[in-house]
Each structure stands twice: as C-alpha cells, then as structure tokens.
T-cell receptor, first 116, second 115 residues
Framework: ETGVTQTPRHLVMGMTNKKSLKCEQH?????MYWYKQSAKKPLELMFV???????ENNSVPSRFSPECPNSSHLFLHLHTLQPEDSALYLC???????????????FGPGTRLTVL | AQKITQTQPGMFVQEKEAVTLDCTYDTSDPSYGLFWYKQPSSGEMIFLIY??????QNATEGRYSLNFQKARKSANLVISASQLGDSAMYFCAMRENTGGFKTIFGAGTRLFVKA
C-alpha cells in the first residue's frame, strides 16, 4: 500500500449522471494530483493542488470539477461525461511540488470509470 | 514533440535473467529528474527509482538500476534477476525544474516474465 486510497475502485455511469471520485492520502503530503490514463495513451496530468490551492488545470473540460477541502483529501466531481472519458483515473500525492529526489509521487490504485 | 519515448511496447524475459527497458527523453532544462514507475494489473503506480540530472552516479535500488547516459538523453531501467512478480507495465517519467510540478510520462513498456 502506498498510503493513497481511492474510492470507488470501479464506477459505471450514464452520460447524464453526476458522480464523484474520492482520494485520500495518509502521508502528510502537501501536493495532490489527478491523472487520466486512457488505453494506449500516456498518463495525462489533469489537475494539481498545492496546500489546497489549485496550481494547474491542464486544459481539462469543465465536466470535470476538482475539489480539495484539505491537504489530505481530493475529489473529482463528474457530470455529463462522454464515453471517451472512460479511463483509469489516478490520484497521486507528493511531499512538495518541486523537483527533488524525495518528491516522488505516490499513487493510489485508481478508479476505473466506464461511461455508457 | 514527445518528451519521453519508450520504444518497446512489450518485452519478454526469462525468470532470473536481467532485462533492460529503454527510455529516451528530450529537454532543454539543465535541471530535471527522471523516474521509473511500475504498474501491475491492479492499477496502482509504484515508484521504483529516481535519477537527478546532476547525479554523478547511476541510481540503484535493490534489483533496479538506471543506466543514465546524459549526452544521449537516455535513462534505461535495468531489472536484474527477473521474478514472475515483475510482470507489469513500466513507465518512464520526467519532471523538469522549470515546470516542476508537471511529471510527463512515456507510453510504457509491458514486461512479461516467463517461468
């Protein structure tokens, strides 16, 4: 276990549904990330939060809405998704944002999302 | 332009043998870090090894070592004495100092360890 948990592990939703993905880290880290992993594509960074403040939105459509109420929790709210949004959504955390040997990212197990 | 290139979509290795997974990168930033992650079928990404651009020696962590050739911009992962549990996807990633919070991942290499 990496110290980063994600729920649910699997989610199937219709295009008109609203759902939320949850991520929690027990490592005392200050930075948290959302990534999307689609089949046959490299991992794509979606959002970055540092000390609860969003520092990066990597041109993500507004149907994905992140929320970071505190440094331990990160949510991804989903609404009116498209079938092409089906993917593995990974949450990660790191001690700090910036480059150093100790700032590797710890990943959660991911939520496998299927949009019908 | 792709910043991280992993040219081997799939690799096979016999148990107990060593295997090298290739990774080349492109950056103009003199300060950067290179990471390797393992992703088993369960989905979680597991950090394996880190190499800083100014590190003089190749990084090693147990059975993992990183063959860092800075002039060639390559950072190949070497797994010694392969085990069946090493079967997984392996991702090379880079973080540049100027864009410190953006880790860019390669497309990955799927490793199959044969008994």
């Amino acid at each position: 276990e990496t110290g980063v948990t994600q729920t649910p592990r699997h989610l199937v939703m219709g295009m008109t549904n609203k759902k939320s993905l949850k991520c929690e880290q027990h490592l005392g880290h200050n930075a948290m990330y959302w990534y999307k992993q689609s089949a046959k594509k490299p991992l794509e960074l979606m959002f970055v939060y540092n000390f609860k403040e969003q520092t990066e939105n990597n041109s993500v459509p507004s149907r994905f809405s992140p929320e970071c109420p505190n440094s331990s929790h990160l949510f991804l709210h989903l609404h009116t998704l498209q079938p092409e949004d089906s993917a593995l959504y990974l949450c990660a955390s790191s001690q700090e944002l910036y480059l150093s040997p100790s700032n590797e990212q710890f990943f959660g197990p991911g939520t496998r999302l299927t949009v019908l | 332009a792709q910043k991280i290139t992993q040219t081997q979509p799939g690799m096979f290795v016999q148990e107990k043998e060593a295997v090298t997974l290739d990774c080349t990168y492109d950056t103009s930033d003199p300060s950067y870090g290179l990471f390797w992650y393992k992703q088993p079928s369960s989905g979680e990404m597991i950090f394996l090894i880190y190499q800083g651009s100014y590190d003089q020696q190749n990084a090693t962590e147990g059975r993992y070592s990183l063959n860092f050739q800075k002039a060639r911009k390559s950072a190949n992962l070497v797994i010694s004495a392969s085990q069946l549990g090493d079967s997984a996807m392996y991702f090379c990633a880079m973080r540049e100092n100027t864009g410190g919070f953006k880790t860019i991942f390669g497309a990955g290499t799927r490793l199959f360890v044969k008994a």
